[in-house]
């Protein structure tokens, strides 16, 4: 099995900046794909960043185009989501997701969420 844990939320004003980090660990796997989602109260899980481990460019929510990065570091199996310039509508439970490869069978875990708040 694979696990991934979530860090990094918290309550920021309108305007500044958090930085997500989601770790996966277990043992003879390979990561695909990571993504992060997020969940407002009373609205549905939408994808906000996510990448493919096989090449090319991350592919953005048009809401956080220019504000959100996605990043990974494939020595520690971490992918992170830089968010800059954050509006209180970014305000959401965030989860990481992967696509993962263990062995010859696909496992699609996610992550516990972590709560990021943006004040006006």
């Known amino acids: 099995q694979v696990q991934l844990v979530e860090s990094g939320g918290g309550l920021v004003q309108a305007g500044g900046s958090l930085r997500l980090s989601c770790a996966a660990s277990g043992s003879d796997f390979s990561i695909e794909a990571m993504s992060w989602y997020r969940q407002a109260p009373g609205k549905q899980r939408e994808l906000v960043a996510s990448?493919?481990?096989?090449?090319?460019?991350?592919n953005y929510a048009d809401s956080v185009k220019g504000r959100f990065t996605i990043s990974r570091d494939n020595a520690q199996n971490t992918v992170y989501l830089q968010m800059n310039s954050l509006k209180p509508e970014d305000t959401a439970v965030y989860y990481c997701?992967?696509?993962?490869?263990?062995?010859?069978?696909?496992?699609?875990?996610w992550g516990q969420g972590t709560q990021v708040s943006v004040s006006s």
């Open positions: 990448f493919i481990t096989s090449g090319g460019t991350p």
């Open positions: 997701h992967a696509r993962v490869r263990i062995r010859n069978y696909f496992t699609e875990p």
